[in-house]
């Protein structure tokens, strides 16, 4: 299969942060540990080892164990989960919100790099372990953001009342959602196992989180990855230190705020703004804010109210009622987790690098942060029209008006730049200044005026000459916006706006194989995947 791979900047897609960081760039050293290479795992785990308990493993595992109930584990995954009691074993994590039916096709690509790069360590480094961790966000209240997958150009969404965290919402009124996407997909026998998964996964559980972690068991079943649900009692007991620290002494507003303000001193943008306590108030169908104003703490549209004793009371004997919000969440994962590193989106690296100093204020290890692989899916037929009408796929990272300016002047019989002519009309002006200033300096003026006037002509015939030939070669052009637009739907990269579904629909279970086998998580560059 050609494969091929386009350094993030050149793809326009990518922010200046992310570009830096990738360039290791000396100003951003200050907000992260360690840049991923294989040398600086040794480090990572050598430091995470001494900060990490015998007794906090055995509770992961245990509670792991007890999150899948009565799902199959594959012996992979059984065996991860049981080497999570070892002091030479460590986690390599990602996360993501319980979209329905995954949501775009990145959640695949972001768990196949935590897959491959695990690999990749337990082969560097035999001595230890490493085991692929997704953390299921399902303590976001945000259902908006979830409720849906794009097909084929249309939303398929998921209509429903909600309130609290997404992953305690029943899955009622997703057996009308599978008849339409049975409907949707057809009866070929790629469709009917895409129904089959949806079935298995929706209707056979009662909640969002079951539901979400049977499909990722399934569709990573042979891969050993384990799932963790961070909304756990017993799990969130290991982080109430923390979240004192956060209702009495807003620790990681203080310290998130004086981050940012260096990374904002250094041109980049402030991902995520922190609030002075950045966590929730988690009950049934609840999840709200906690906010202090003068010693008593409130919970955000309710008539909830504690004074600082009752807080703190309410917090040790119910810790699972204590939520933290995007910014608090890492340090939870990384208290609880023998983690090493972070695989995820640009938006997601962007805030972890305002928590560097946080961390090191609370004295917890901050893990090494890696950008998720990114990928262009290119199906043969469009391959095909792409050598025809002779266009790089680089050249599809374009805005379409680039594209399709850059491709008239490739394919115009007429020359279209007048580059030479305005070059030549510069020269001759550059005599008529050295006249002017010899015989009267007042004519400079003129000179410029009309320069410049000559220039603008230049230009305005040009840009009249590229519309023409637009006009002249549309069907070509069309051709070609047609294929950008089908690889880069709403202008937008292919991995954020379609569905895992489309794609399997045409190559079943080879598409995750192919996935497995090409992405490369240390690679730093966007993939391109030729089908």
């Known amino acids: 299969m050609p494969t091929h791979s386009i350094p993030y900047k050149n793809t326009g897609y990518f922010s200046k942060l ?32 001494k900060n990490f308990t015998d007794d906090k493993r055995h509770l992961l595992a245990k509670r792991i164990m007890y999150q899948y109930g009565d799902n199959s584990i594959s012996q992979s995954t059984l065996s991860n989960i049981d080497l999570l009691k070892e002091h030479t074993t460590f986690t390599i994590t990602t996360g993501r919100q319980l979209n329905l039916f995954t949501g775009p096709l990145y959640f695949l690509y972001k768990i196949f790099s935590t897959i491959n790069l695990a690999e990749k ?28 997958f794009n097909l084929f150009g ?13 992953g305690e919402l029943s899955t009622e009124g997703l057996k009308e ?16 196992q895409l129904i089959s998964y949806f079935k298995d ?19 990573f079943y042979h891969h050993g990855l384990v799932i963790v649900d961070g909304n756990d009692a017993e799990l969130k007991k290991c982080f109430i230190p923390y979240a004192e620290k956060e209702l009495t002494e807003n620790l990681s507003f203080k310290k998130v705020s004086e981050t940012t303000e260096k990374l904002t001193a250094l041109g980049f943008f402030e991902q995520v703004h922190p609030r002075e306590i950045n966590l929730f108030y988690l009950k049934e169908n609840l999840r709200e804010r906690i906010i202090e104003k003068e010693g008593k703490f409130y919970v955000n549209e309710t008539e909830l109210s504690f004074s600082k004793e009752e807080i703190l009371k309410e917090l040790h004997e119910n810790p699972e009622r204590f939520s933290p919000n995007a910014l608090l969440r890492p340090l939870y994962q990384e208290v609880i987790l023998p983690n090493l590193c972070y695989i995820g989106g640009g938006g997601e690296l962007a805030y972890w690098f305002q928590l560097k100093d946080y961390f090191n204020k609370v004295e917890v290890p901050f893990p090494i942060l890696l950008l998720r692989n990114s990928v262009l899916l290119v199906p043969k037929i469009l391959s095909k029209k792409l050598k025809k009408l002779n266009v790089s796929i680089e050249d599809l990272f374009l805005s379409q008006h680039e594209l399709i300016t850059k491709h008239t002047k490739q394919i115009s019989k007429i020359d279209i730049d007048f580059s030479k002519q305005k070059e030549f009309l510069k020269q001759q002006f550059k005599d008529l200044y050295e006249l002017a200033k010899q015989t009267d300096a007042s004519f400079l003026g003129a000179v410029g005026a009309q320069e410049k006037k000559q220039l603008n002509g230049l230009d305005n015939l040009e840009k009249r000459l590229l519309k023409a030939q637009k006009r002249n070669l ?5 051709r070609l916006k047609d294929i950008q637009n089908q690889l880069f739907p709403n202008q937008s990269l292919q991995e954020r706006q379609l ?31 030729e089908l």
Not at 474 to 478: I, Q, T
């Open 201 to 219: 996964a929706y209707t056979k559980h009662d909640n969002l989180a079951d539901a979400t972690r049977f499909l990722a068991n399934t569709l």
């Open 154 to 166: 249309k939303k398929v969404k998921w209509d429903r009342k909600a309130s609290g965290a997404v």
């Open 18 to 49: 992310i570009c830096d960081y990738l360039a290791e760039d000396e100003n951003l050293k200050p907000f992260f540990n360690r840049f991923p290479n294989l040398e600086n795992f040794k480090h990572q785990l050598t430091e995470k080892q």
């Open 474 to 478: 549309s069907e070509e052009l069309e």
């Open 499 to 529: 569905n895992f579904s489309e794609f399997h629909l045409e190559y079943g279970e080879e598409l995750l194989d192919l996935l497995k086998e090409n992405l490369e998580p240390l690679d730093f560059s966007f993939t391109v995947l």
């Open 177 to 192: 959602v599978k008849q339409l996407l049975k409907k949707e997909l057809g009866e070929s026998e790629n469709a009917k």
């Open 121 to 148: 360590l337990n082969k560097t480094y035999p001595t230890n372990h490493f085991v692929p961790v997704y953390w299921m966000a399902t303590e976001d209240h945000d259902f908006e953001e979830i409720n849906y």
